[in-house]
């Protein structure tokens, strides 16, 4: 008889017990199970959190330990005018920049033509680089002084190539440190030729070769001339040096980036100003105080972690997931004392991390005195940062017999992970003794079923013939 058929013989819910009785066979087991379950589960996540606070701390140490000297140059004033960085040879000190003209590329434009299909000519394009006296106001070209570091560069426009669009795209492929497009205007399109380089050593010259015979005149190749003997391209846009000064003293950059006229000092000139930027070069001393900002923030939050983990109400009877665990008070006592241990510099100044800037609050938190990390560095940055570098090391391997491969963390995590491994054995030993029990039950209750419908059989048959009997002794 099948577990579904249970009572139907004997008219009993005998599958309705049958599966009480199972169920109070079960209960108990399976509740003591969850609940040590339930309190592995919440150890396991709080050392998991835990570990994930001393390692933000430990990152935070780790920041400390790798600060290196150096300098920054922090600019005021005109700050659109340009940008600064310093580097350790910098002079500490204050830099006053006027920015006066800008450093420009050459750029020289041919008159209009009827479209970028219309054929220019054909020939050589010669083009030199150096330095052009040219009054573009009253167009009047004075001379040409080539720069004798760079050869001039020959481009040959054959007999397929002397459309606009083919003209520039011949010149282009030259590489020849020219960049010529096509612009439209409202006459039509112009090809334009850029020099590559900013500064007023870095004009054009450019020569042609017609193959019109003419090298001079507008017609052919020759309407791309620009020297001493046929200026045919209208200048749009002079060549000249940055103008700028330091401090009073008047300067001269080819280019607008990269210039290094103060030793250790880089500037990147961005506008013309009216008024000065102030440029002061200083030791990075902002770095020390973010990174001890960075500290306090990753202590405070293992500090408040740990106010939640070991928390105990006397009034509720409630406690914390880990109060009383002896790893994390071990943790937390040998974190804390280590702020107030030294390093190896112990005797040459600040010996600690709280004699270095930071201070603690009566809930145990940190917090960064800015007057306090100056008075540290004093007058000689780069002692104090080595005695701040050599602290936070000591101070970060603090956490190694904790969070490292066999710390003690992982070690009760593993031990906790075992654990669960047991009670997942439990469950599937429990599934096979109540499988056993239901098994023996239905056999049982099948069987009492078999019996309770006979006897209700025989009961009927009983009655049904004494009935009868009844009945013929009242005919009779």
Known sequence: MSISSLGVGSGIDLQGL????????????????????????????????????????????????????????????AIEALTASADETAALGTYSVQVDQLATQQSLATTAFASSDTL???GTITIAFGTTDYDSVGDVYNGFTADTGRSPVTIEIGPGDQSLSAVRDTINEANAGVTASIVTDVNGPRLVLSSNSSGADSTLEITVADNDGNNTDTAGLSALAFNAAATNLEQT??????????????????????????????????????????????????????????FAEAYNGLVSLNGELASFDPESGQSGTLFGDT??????????????????????????????????????????????????????????????????????????????????????????????????????????RIEAIEQRLTRQFANLDT????????????????SNLNINQSDS
């Open 237 to 294: 846009v002079a060549g000249q040096d940055a103008a700028f000064s330091v401090n009073g003293l008047s300067l001269s950059a080819a280019s607008n980036t990269g210039i290094t006229a103060v030793e250790g000092l880089t500037l990147n000139l961005e506008s013309v100003s009216t008024s000065a930027a102030v440029i002061k070069v200083a030791n990075r001393e902002s770095d020390i105080t973010s990174a001890l900002n960075d």
């Open 327 to 432: 790893t994390l008070r071990g943790l937390i006592n040998s974190l804390r004392t280590g702020l107030s241990v030294s390093g190896s510099f112990s005797g040459l100044g600040a010996d600690s991390l709280l004699e270095m800037g930071l201070t603690t609050a009566e809930d145990g938190t940190l917090s960064v005195d800015n007057d306090a990390v100056q008075a540290f560095i004093g007058d000689d940055f780069n002692a104090a940062l080595s005695r701040l570098t050599d602290v936070s090391d000591a101070y970060l391997k603090r956490t190694d017999p904790y969070i490292n491969g066999d710390g003690l963390i992982n070690v009760r995590t593993d031990g906790i992970q075992t654990r669960l491994d047991d009670i997942a054995d439990e469950r599937i030993a429990l599934d096979r």
């Open 18 to 77: 049958l599966d009480q009785l199972v169920a109070a066979e079960r209960g108990p087991t399976q509740q003591r199970l969850a609940i040590r379950e339930a309190g592995l589960q919440a150890e396991f996540s709080a050392f998991g959190n835990l570990t994930a606070a001393v390692q933000s701390l430990r990152d935070a140490a780790e920041k400390l330990t790798e600060l290196t000297p150096g300098k920054s140059a922090v600019v005021s004033g």
């Open 120 to 122: 220019v000519g054909s």
């Open 451 to 466: 019996l309770l419908s006979n006897l209700r059989t025989t009961s009927q048959f009983v009655t049904n013939q004494l």
